[in-house]
């Protein structure tokens, strides 16, 4: 078993130090905690609850996860659960349990509906995605006046009542995304938008906004197009309608694909034009490595899906269980940059 004195002197901090971030106890600067957090995780840390566990027993809790499931459209989820499900087999000794709630990923989530879901699962507390909360705000009210405790996960609507939002700086990945566009190159930047949905998402929004702020920084850089999806198109719509946009701006060298679906969509701007370098976001497995070492993705944007799922389940139990409140009301996930070079690497 870690225990905080290796994570410690690992860390070169105090074992108080350790103590405090992991119990989310007193005020720790951010480098030192995810400093602590990164060697606890990599140490393969788990919490000793059991000094505190008897009391948790006796209250049978149930924290659900909602998110999206669509094969074709969804794929980061994936990670999002594996991560929230490694987490949850920790529970069961403590008489608690995590209630995984899939909506249809493929169609807008609908307020009545994903109430109905919740009731019937009898839930103690829930972790909502960003995108389903978007669309159930009147429920989201219900839960604040009853006192339910909620999360968001990788998308923050900054929800009044919400305990705390998992997630990246989505503006700051558009910012990274506009300085890998930028970098090495000496002509003019002429760049695509394309994303796999239908422009108003929370994340996608502000990555785009990220990263035309920071074009600023770049006078030599435009955006030729931008292509969305729509409520009348379906996928393979949406992807002639991107093949038309990029064969018609042939001075376009840069591909920014903002929210990549399965990443079929990459695949299809490469085999149109492969002179284009797409940039894109969440490297989600090794299909997705395999299509960055081959050169048909530049680079991708992480950040870190299976930590969103783990931590939402995380503070709500300890919520629950101990009163704790989380130390921040944004748990940041990090953000890392994934190329060729370094695309066979755990992230």
Request: charged share 25%.
């Amino acid at each position: 078993m870690v225990t905080s004195a290796e994570i410690a002197l690992r860390a070169g901090v105090s074992r108080g130090t350790v103590d405090r971030v992991l119990h989310n106890r007193g005020k720790v600067s951010p480098e030192k905690e995810a400093l602590v957090r990164q060697i606890a995780s990599e140490l393969g840390y788990v919490p000793n609850l059991a000094g505190r566990g008897l009391a948790v027993r006796k209250k049978s809790l149930r924290i659900g996860m909602l998110y999206p499931k669509d094969d074709r459209m969804t794929p980061f989820f994936k990670k999002v659960v594996a991560g929230a499900q490694e987490y949850a087999e920790s529970l069961s000794a403590y008489n608690a349990a995590a209630v995984f709630l899939p909506r249809n990923g493929a169609v807008p989530a609908k307020e009545e509906e994903i109430r109905s879901i919740i009731e019937e699962a009898g839930l103690d507390a829930i972790a909502f995605d960003g995108e389903t909360a978007m669309n159930c705000r009147q429920l989201l009210k219900e839960l604040k006046e009853k006192g339910v405790p909620f999360v968001l996960y990788n998308s923050d609507l900054q929800i009044d009542g919400q305990l705390a939002y998992i997630g990246c700086d989505y503006e700051k990945a558009g910012r990274i995304a506009c300085g890998l566009a930028a970098m090495g190159r000496k002509d003019k930047i002429c760049v695509g938008i394309a994303s796999h949905d239908f422009g108003n998402v929370v994340s996608s929004s502000a990555r785009i906004r990220g990263f035309e702020d920071e074009m600023r920084r770049f006078p030599d850089m435009s955006v030729s197009f931008r292509q969305f999806m729509s409520a009348d198109l379906n996928q393979d719509e949406f992807f002639e309608h991107v093949r038309s946009r990029v064969q018609e701006h042939p001075e376009v060298n840069v591909m920014y694909v903002v929210n990549p679906g399965d990443y079929s969509i990459c695949r299809l701007i490469h085999d149109i034009r492969r002179d284009i370098a797409i940039i894109t976001n969440d490297l989600i497995d090794e299909h997705q490595r395999q299509m960055i070492q081959s050169g048909e993705i530049a680079a991708t944007i992480c950040q870190q899906p299976e930590v969103q799922g783990a931590k939402s389940l995380e503070i709500l139990f300890r919520h629950l269980a101990f009163g704790e409140k989380p130390q921040s009301d944004w748990f940041r996930t990090r953000l890392s940059i994934i190329i060729a070079q370094n695309a066979d690497e755990e992230i």
